[in-house]
Structure formats: C-alpha cells, structure tokens
C-alpha cells in the first residue's frame, strides 16, 4: 500500500482468502473468498454477487494467489456523502524490502466535492510516481470497473474501459519496471486524516461511521505463480485468452487516453519540478 508523498501511516488489514484462475472468471464471494477476520465489518450478500467492506476501524482482503502479469478487473461503489480521510484502496503488491507495486487508491472527499484517483507504480522499493485524477462522474452513486493491464511491455489503468495511465517498460533507459516479482492483490478501506483530503486539513468525521464501499464482478486474466513457476507457458502467451501479454493501445485508446489526461489529470509527477529540482525522473523525458 502506498503512503502519500513521504506519510507514514501503516496500512491496516483484515485478510480475505481469495482464489483466482488463470481464465476470465465473474467470481462467486461465497466461492471464491473467506472471511478470516473482522468483527462483521466485511459482509458477503446478495447470494455471493456483492462484498462491503467497512470502516469503523480498517478492513480490507487480499488473494491467496500470487501473480506475475495479469488484467484484473473489479467493479468499486465508494463511500457515499462526506468520505474525507478515508481511502479506498485496490492494488498489486509484492513483499520485501525492495517491493513492487501498482496502486489505484480512492481518496475521499466532503460532501461535494469530488474523489481523487490516485495511481503510482513502485518498482524494486522505489515509488514517486504518482498521478491523480479526477472522474468523469459520481463514483457514489453506482458501480464502476477499475482495470489494471499488467504485461512485460507495459502497464495500464482503465476506468470503464478508458485508459487512464500507461506506464510503460523502459528498462533499455535504465527505468526500473515491475517484471520480476509476483504480486498479490488487496484491497482495503482505512483511516488516513493526516493525509487523505486536502493534504489532512480535513479530518475523518467519525459521526458519520461506518463507511462502506461496495466490490463486485471480479474478473482475472491472470498468470499465477506458484512453486516457483508461472501458469502462464510460452505457448499460452500466443493463445486468444492471453492476448493481454502483449497487449497495447490502438489509436482509439492513445485518443481516450489523451482525452483523460488532457481534462481530468490533476497532479503529474512529471511536471513537477519543484519535487524533483535535481531533474524529473528519467521516464518523465521518453513520455
């Protein structure tokens, strides 16, 4: 889990047991998850087709499964009315010291005002690449799919299908890229005032717990790791359902991504040179 621009809040969990294949799948929570621990603040209803999380204290799961390159898409319903000092998170992880990582994290707001998206990569420990967003629409107000494209070439953030981020492979330039370590993924909704909502000038309004953020229509495209092995074999690479391997963005996608940075990127680390006044990262001069 990331921490904003140098905070040192811990990410507090509450651990879901999840097990994803190799196969698209539209994932059953009965089936597919187990609850190990919560207090009644993680919720399986609708016969298994929703999940909520909620926040009194933190909560949050994460997949039994590891993986090394996937297309993982969920759909997210963010807390509702005044969310400032909360985060809703949804990321790959990897452990260790020098971890990678592929965040989307949901920043809450008053009531109003809108979320901010916030993206960053971490590869080999390193992190400081964060982007932000705003939407297009409420993200309260219904369900939306949040996607994370994960391939050896590059790595790309949709929303409802809109690209949003592409963070590509430029290792021959010397960028690090998250390509050796399998990752896990999380989610979770916590507590993050000092932080969260304008810089923690706004505090968590704990008159209004619990705070709920709803999960649905889980999806993967997924290599697992396991023994030290990928299920994923040279030759599935070329197989209809692992084109995501070398997937890229058509001429209509460089079009949508264009039009999202173009209208709704509020913060880009690279265009930020105060941060960086020995020079922006490398990548920053390719893109």
């Not at 005044?82 to 452990?95: C, D, F, M, R, W």
């Not at 460089?254 to 209208?263: A, D």
Request: aromatic letters at 14%; one cysteine or more.
């Amino acid at each position: 889990m990331t921490w904003f621009f140098g905070s040192s809040v811990p990410l507090m969990e509450l651990s879901f047991i999840v097990c994803f294949f190799v196969a698209a799948n539209a994932g059953n929570f009965h089936q597919d998850f187990d609850i190990t621990w919560g207090d009644g603040r993680a919720k399986i209803l609708n016969n298994g087709q929703l999940l909520t999380l909620s926040l009194d204290k933190a909560s949050g799961f994460q997949s039994r499964n590891e993986y090394l390159f996937g297309k993982i898409d969920m759909q997210l319903k963010l807390v509702p009315g005044n969310s400032a000092g909360t985060v809703t998170a949804y990321y790959l992880s990897s452990k260790g010291s020098t971890w990678d990582e592929i965040d989307f994290e949901f920043l809450g707001n008053l009531s109003g005002d809108p979320y901010i998206l916030h993206t960053n990569v971490y590869s080999q420990g390193k992190g400081n690449r964060e982007q932000q967003f705003y939407l297009w629409f409420d993200p309260t107000a219904d369900f939306h799919t949040y996607s994370i494209l994960w391939n050896p070439q590059r790595i790309i953030f949709s929303v409802d299908g809109t690209p949003i981020r592409e963070f590509k492979n430029l290792e021959s330039k010397g960028v690090p890229f998250p390509k050796n370590q399998p990752m896990r993924i999380y989610s979770s909704l916590w507590n993050a005032d000092d932080w969260a909502t304008r810089g923690g000038l706004v505090k968590t309004d704990w008159s209004k717990a619990p705070f709920t953020a709803s999960y649905r229509n889980f999806n993967a495209n997924a290599c697992v790791w396991k023994n030290g092995a990928s299920s994923c074999s040279s030759s599935s690479s070329s197989s209809k359902n692992n084109a995501w391997l070398s997937d890229e963005l058509d001429v209509t996608g460089q079009q949508r991504l264009k039009w999202v940075q173009k209208n709704y990127l509020i913060y880009n680390y690279c265009t930020d040179t105060k941060r960086f006044p020995q020079g922006l990262p490398p990548e920053c001069k390719m893109s």
